[in-house]
Structure formats: structure tokens, C-alpha cells
């Protein structure tokens, strides 16, 4: 467990954002991508907001560098985009110079063409376009990215919730140690689909004005959608290219909170024990811990549990805020967006902070950073991801040394 | 992919929900199952033994299915409490899925609950043994079609390597509705005309026949009593150029676990009787396994996404009592029985590779 993992390169498209430099200025300017629905086609249009990727599926098709094609799901578009960022960003150009490969997280797939084929479908079992439901599974978007880097060495897809993206990192950081690869790219990709909103919609928990985390009076959360990567490299690539690391991934953890099918559990115990193993792997005291990119929903029971865990395993609990005030929950790409945030916290020094806050909750003693907060030296950022089925998940990402 | 696993890791218990009467370890295929049709359904236990009558209910089948296998696996291996618990499923929750799908279309996005869409997440088969046997450790769901059990195996296997996890409860779970069967039938995998699926092989023709099943298996660094097997390594590749290529991965990774084609006592393939997807098992079995004995299991257990897995439950419970059932079809009877690997393909896309040992 000696050798160090780093990251070399990262890739995001969000509400905030077609590309990094884009997120990072959006970030700069606390602007959020939470708005109005412009591009699903749901009911919900007008009362229930969510945080889109402004382009239509022709232009991410576009932004991917395919031409007149519509066999991909817009979950796969919004995961090639990103990926081939992130690979561009760690400055490969042969892809295979290494051993290398692809791990994605993705929620529901191709959800997004499987809606319009099962509306025909159920009407005649032998309507509905094939082309439209071949993509359904998770496993679809991951092999069409693959394919487009060129990767056919490991590649296989993660589905834990909406710790999927963070877990991707374990399983990419555990197979480069193993000696089985030299480098992986994980993340995930999840579109906002009818199916996702509409079933977050029967929880009762969408926040009808856009999701207010770590706040009293927050009432749930906002869906987003986009897709992110983090290139890993083993110590030995870094060393041998004479790479400069953007980040290390110096631990990480996950724990099931065994508790209940959706729900956290009120002492947090799953994130207390996912924090508390990334922290032992890293070799860190709490104390250690600059910055904490939580969770941090806004639905109720989350933050409540997310907060409880926290003050359990910090004195005093260190700067944190919850940057899906910005891009909403992206669920499968949750983990890997935040990561990416995270990363961008370190390069530039930089908090960015939890918006749409205005009150303390009454259970907890903490409070968000609510200003960007500049000239931080961030050594060490815990980045949480928890997902349904109990399933937590904690990174630390650290300053390279 | 160079490094062997270095540790052995023992299959120390087995539960195995399939179409065949496999949940009770104590049979061994001694009288198959055989339907005349296309698909062929799992068998479903009586599941108020494994859960909870209030929850029996309202979970949906590939849940108690899943929990069911496990549970009988846990049990197999006198093991009370596993320290990770990692799975595949080639769909998931479809059946939840379609439910909530379908009231969402037909009711125009109103008066819908939360109870199908809850259950249609992926990882809700790993979860729900997690929340019974409360299991607080690492749990993880591998989603990729082919690749999805084996994802898992590799998993498994590295974190009893690393030193994580000493045991491990690894398992799939899929499920095939009337929906499903449809769409797929669309596509072009089964069978046009229903046939016995015993004699499946014996009529090889466009399209194979569908199939379901929770398979589990508890991995440990210990061996004991309960040992069937030692599960030795796992490979998987995507989208091979050629059979040559396959080959050469083959050669590869028996190498790399310290033996040669001519050390395998049973080559297992995931034929599934479909003869566009037959050549490539020919070429390999002919080309590196001329003298191995060989045979196909599907006829058993349906084509599904994690069918290998009911393969590894095939070869695990051949390795522990030494003896290959009758329905198995092989091509001439090995001496002995050291090492088995199975070679399976989902649609020619995912390939993999997986070898057992005896302990």
C-alpha cells in the first residue's frame, strides 16, 4: 500500500459548465446552474427546478465531435465529452502507451431513450424503435466511451446509487496498486431523465426552490445532470513521464449504513465509518482535514445525518460547503464531479461555497462556508458521496507532495 | 493484465437460485430441469424463509431471489457475517423498473409512489443482504452486461489480497420479465421456435434461450471443511479482434498462474447453442484445448448477463466432489480434476475468463 495514486488529469460537464475551465469560473462567481427546466420534456416544467446541461443532444453530439449521429444515449454524450477531457488534461495522446483503463458509474443508463421507446412499447409490444432501448443498460454508455479513447483493457461500470463515481476511484485506485494497470480514468455520467425526477418526486424530497443544503430550512434536493473523470496514475508513470500531479488520492473508504433503503440512519453511522476509513488509509488525523466537500443533498434526513457524523469525528469540524447548490445532484456522477471541484479547490486555493444558505440548522453546531473564501492552502479535501442502499463513501484528495 | 492473485482464495460456500433445483446444496443436478419453450424461469424458493414476512411482500422478486441465494450461501459456509459484500447485475431491478416506467407514462407523470422506484436502483440486491445480515462493511455493484460478475470476482479477490476483507460474499442477480423477454425477442436472441432446453445443443440455430438467477458464492482466505474450491483468477476482454487474440490472452493468463492449457482438466464454455456465437468457442476450444474436455452449461441455466456465475457454481461444486454430472454433456471424462476454467462471451462483446483450482 506504499505507492501513491495520483491524479494527472480531470474532465467535467455540468450546469456550470461545458469543460473545467468553464466550472471553475462559474464556481469563481458562485453562479449556480440550478434553474428552470429548458430541455426535458416533463410535466413538471415550471414547478420543480433542476440543474440541465444547456445544450440539446445535437449540440453535445457536437461539443463530442461526432457529426449526425443519434445512436448515443445523451448520457453517453455527456460522458465522452468529459472523459476526453480529462484524458486531454493529463496530456496523453496515446492512450494504450500505458496500461490503461475505464471505469464509469452511471445511475440509469440510457434511461433517457428507453422513456420514448416504452411510451410506443406499451401501447403495442412491437412498436417502439429498437435503436431507442438497445441502450438501456449501464453498461452501454461506459463500452460507447471506451471505444472512442480507444481503451479495451479493463473496462466495466459501477452502480451503487449515488456514491457510484466516488466508489469508481477505489475499484481505479485498488487495480493500479495490484499492479494489474498503470493508470484508469473513472467517473461517471448520468443524464436528468423523467424516471430519476419523477421517482425523486414521489420521496417528496425536490426542494421546490432549488436545493438549500446544510439549511434549516432546506426541503430537498435538485436533480442535476453531467459527467466527470480523474485520470489516476500509479507513482510509477508519474515519475517516469516527469509528470506534474494535479492531486493525490491519498485514501478513501466505504460502509454501508445498513439502516434502511433510502434513508440515513440518525447517528450516521455508515459516514462515520466511511470518513473514519478514509482518514486510517490515508494515515491522517482529523485534524489534518482542510476542507470538507459533503454530501450534502438539502433533503432533510441527509444533511441532518451527514452533520451528526461529522461533528462525531471532527473537533472542530473543518471548512466545508456543499457544491450541489451549484450543479445538483448528478447522482451517478456525483462523486466524480465532486472530485473534480475538489481538485480545482487545491490547484487554485480556493473554497467555493454553499450557496442559497441563510440559516443555521438547530441540531448542529456548524455552518457552511457561504463566500468564496481565496488564498487557502488546502492540503487535504474530504470529499463525501452517499447513495441509496446505505451506500457511503469518502475520498481524500490531497496537494501532491 | 500482468500479476497474478497472490493470496488463495477459497470458495468456502455456495447458494445458488436458478432455473435448475440447485438452492438445495445437498442435490447436484441429479434430475434437470427441462422446459419446452424459450425461456427458462428461475425456480423461487419459499421466500418467508429467507425474509421478513412484512418485507416479503413489497420486495421485488430479484431481491428475494438474491437475498435467498445469499442467505443459503452464508449458511453453506457457517458464516455469519461477511466483511464485504460485492455483486453484478447484467439489468438490475427490472421488474421495479417497468413498474415505475410504465405508471409514470400511463398516469402522464401523476399519483405515482415511491415503493418501484426505490427498489429499481442497482444496487439494491447487495444493499437489502447488507440491511439483513447487517453487514456494515464494502458494498459494491458492478452494472457492466458480460463483465458484470466477473468485475465483482476481481474485486473480491483484490480485497482479500490487499488484506480488507478476509471474506467475501460475492453473488449476482438477474431477472427476466414478460417485457424484457419481449424486447429481447425483438432483437434477435432467442429462439424462434420453443425447444427443450436439454437438448439445446444438440439443435444449434439462430437464437439461444433466456434465462435468470442469483448465484453466491463466500470467499475466504482461510481454507476449511467447507472448501469447494480455490478461486484462482479472472480476465476479462473487450471486444477481441480475433480468436487468435482471445487465444493469446488465454496462453497469457494460464501462464501468468503458473500453468499451461494442457494442466486444464475441464473446460467449461458459455455456449449457449446460438450458432452465430458459436464459432469463437470452437476455434478456442479446438485451437488451445485439443485434448481438454470441454462442455456447456447454459442449457441449464438460460443466457442472461450473469450467467457465468451459475458456470463458477458449476465448477465449484464439480471440484468438491470430483465428479462432473451426467447432464453435462462432456466431450470424454477427465482423469482428474484440478483445474476448471471457463470461458464464456455476452454477444461476442464481452469476453472472460475465470480459473479454478483445487484447493
Redesign the interface.
Known amino acids: 500500500m506504499s505507492k501513491r495514486i495520483y491524479i494527472t488529469g480531470i474532465g467535467i460537464i455540468s450546469s456550470i459548465g461545458n469543460n473545467v475551465p468553464e466550472v471553475f469560473t462559474s464556481l469563481k462567481a458562485s453562479r449556480s446552474g440550478i434553474g428552470e427546466i429548458t430541455l426535458l420534456n416533463t410535466l413538471h416544467k415550471g414547478s420543480l427546478p433542476i440543474a440541465e446541461v444547456k445544450l440539446s443532444n445535437a449540440g453535445l453530439l457536437d461539443l463530442a465531435g461526432h457529426r449526425g449521429s443519434d445512436q448515443f444515449t445523451r448520457t453517453t454524450l455527456l460522458g465522452m465529452i468529459a472523459a476526453k477531457e480529462a484524458l486531454k488534461s493529463a496530456g496523453i495522446e496515446d492512450v494504450n502507451a500505458y496500461r490503461t483503463g475505464f471505469l464509469s458509474a452511471t445511475t440509469v443508463g440510457g434511461m433517457d431513450r428507453t422513456e420514448v421507446f416504452y411510451k410506443d412499447f406499451l401501447e403495442n409490444p412491437e412498436s417502439g424503435r429498437l435503436k431507442d432501448v438497445v441502450n438501456h443498460d449501464c453498461g452501454e454508455s461506459t463500452e460507447h466511451i471506451a471505444s472512442e479513447l480507444g481503451i479495451r483493457l479493463l473496462v466495466s461500470t459501477i452502480s451503487t446509487a449515488c456514491s457510484s463515481s466516488a466508489n469508481t476511484m477505489m475499484f481505479g485506485a485498488d487495480l493500479i496498486r495490484s499492479g494489474k494497470v498503470d493508470r484508469m480514468i473513472c467517473g461517471g455520467t448520468d443524464s436528468v431523465t423523467m424516471f430519476t425526477l419523477n421517482g425523486f418526486n414521489t420521496l417528496m424530497i425536490l426542494d421546490k426552490r432549488g436545493c438549500h443544503p446544510f439549511d434549516e430550512h432546506r426541503a430537498g434536493l435538485t436533480l442535476g445532470e453531467g459527467a466527470a473523470y480523474v485520470v489516476l496514475e500509479s507513482e510509477d508513470v508519474v515519475k517516469s513521464e516527469g509528470k506534474q500531479p494535479f492531486a493525490e488520492l491519498s485514501g478513501y473508504g466505504n460502509a454501508n449504513d445498513a439502516y434502511h433503503q433510502t434513508a440515513s440512519s440518525p447517528e450516521g453511522k455508515g459516514a462515520f465509518m466511511a470518513m473514519s476509513k478514509a482518514l486510517k488509509m490515508s494515515n491522517l488525523n482529523s485534524s489534518s482535514i482542510d476542507y470538507i466537500n459533503v454530501h450534502g443533498t438539502g433533503t432533510e434526513n441527509n444533511d441532518l445525518s451527514e452533520g451528526i457524523a461529522l461533528e462525531r469525528i471532527f473537533d472542530p469540524v473543518p471548512l466545508f460547503s456543499s457544491t450541489k447548490s451549484y450543479t445538483g445532484h448528478t447522482l451517478g456522477a456525483a462523486g466524480a464531479v465532486e472530485a473534480v471541484i475538489s481538485v480545482l479547490s487545491i490547484q487554485h486555493g480556493i473554497i467555493f461555497p454553499n450557496l442559497l444558505w441563510s440559516t443555521p440548522m438547530k441540531e448542529l453546531k456548524i455552518k457552511p462556508v457561504t463566500e468564496v473564501l481565496t488564498g487557502q492552502d488546502i492540503r487535504h479535501v474530504l470529499s463525501n458521496s452517499f447513495g441509496f442502499g446505505g451506500n457511503n463513501s469518502s475520498l481524500i484528495i490531497s496537494k501532491p507532495v | 493484465?500482468?500479476?497474478a492473485v497472490n493470496k488463495r482464495i477459497y470458495i468456502n460456500g455456495v447458494g445458488c437460485l436458478s432455473p435448475q433445483l440447485t438452492l438445495d446444496n445437498r442435490l447436484f443436478l441429479e434430475e434437470p430441469v427441462s422446459t419446452e419453450s424459450n425461456r427458462l424461469k428461475a425456480i423461487d424458493a419459499n421466500y418467508k424463509e429467507f425474509v421478513p414476512p412484512e418485507m416479503v411482500r413489497r420486495m421485488g422478486r430479484i431481491i428475494k431471489m438474491g437475498v435467498a441465494a445469499a442467505k443459503t450461501c452464508l449458511a453453506d459456509a457457517g458464516c455469519q457475517m461477511p466483511d464485504a459484500?460485492i455483486t453484478g447485475t447484467?439489468?438490475?431491478c427490472i421488474e421495479d423498473?417497468e413498474k415505475?416506467?410504465?405508471n409514470?407514462?400511463?398516469n402522464?407523470?401523476?399519483f405515482?409512489?415511491?415503493t418501484a422506484?426505490?427498489?429499481?436502483?442497482?444496487?439494491?440486491v447487495?444493499?437489502?443482504i447488507?440491511?439483513l445480515v447487517?453487514?456494515?462493511?464494502?458494498?459494491?455493484?458492478?452494472?457492466?452486461?458480460g463483465?458484470?460478475f466477473e468485475?465483482a470476482i476481481?474485486?473480491s479477490l483484490?480485497?482479500i489480497?490487499?488484506g480488507r476483507a478476509s471474506t467475501v460474499l460475492l453473488g449476482t442477480a438477474d431477472e427476466l420479465t414478460a417485457?424484457s423477454l419481449?424486447?429481447q425477442k425483438?432483437?434477435g436472441f432467442w429462439r424462434r421456435n420453443p425447444i427443450d432446453n436439454l437438448k439445446l445443443f444438440d439443435h444449434p440455430d439462430k437464437g439461444t434461450i433466456a434465462g435468470e438467477g442469483a448465484v453466491f458464492f463466500l470467499l475466504d482466505e482461510k481454507k476449511n471443511s467447507t472448501t469447494y474450491t480455490v478461486l484462482q483468477d479472472v480476465e476479462?476482454?473487450?471486444?477481441?479482434h480475433s480468436a487468435d487474440e482471445i487465444r493469446s490472452q488465454i496462453n497469457g493468463f494460464l501462464n501468468r498462474n503458473g500453468i499451461s492449457e494442457s494442466d486444464i482438466s475441464l473446460l467449461l464454455v458459455g455456449q449457449n447453442g446460438d450458432t452465430r456465437h458459436q464459432k469463437v468457442y470452437d476455434e478456442v476450444a479446438e485451437g488451445s484445448f485439443p485434448n481438454v474436455p470441454a462442455c456447456g452449461f447454459k442449457h441449464l441455466c438460460g443466457e442472461y448477463?450473469t450467467a457465468s456465475s451459475f458456470g463458477v457454481w458449476l465448477a465449484a461444486k464439480i471440484m468438491k466432489e470430483q465428479r462432473i454430472p451426467e447432464i453435462l454433456q462432456v466431450s470424454k471424462k477427465p482423469s482428474e480434476l484440478k483445474h476448471i476454467l471457463l470461458y464464456n462471451h455476452y454477444q461476442g462483446?464481452n469476453h472472460s475468463l475465470i480459473l479454478l483450482s483445487q484447493p
Not at chain 2, 117 to 124: A, D, K, L
Not at chain 2, 236 to 240: A, V
Request: aromatic share 10%; net charge negative; glycine share 6%.
Open positions: 493484465m500482468a500479476s459484500i447484467g439489468l438490475g423498473t415505475f416506467l410504465g409514470m407514462i400511463k402522464n407523470e401523476e405515482l409512489t415511491p422506484f426505490i427498489q429499481s436502483t442497482h444496487n439494491t447487495s444493499a437489502q447488507a440491511l447487517q453487514c456494515h462493511g464494502y458494498n459494491f455493484t458492478y452494472v457492466h452486461r463483465f458484470s468485475s476481481l474485486d483484490l480485497q489480497e490487499n417485457n419481449q424486447i425483438r432483437l476479462m476482454l473487450f471486444m477481441p448477463m462483446i
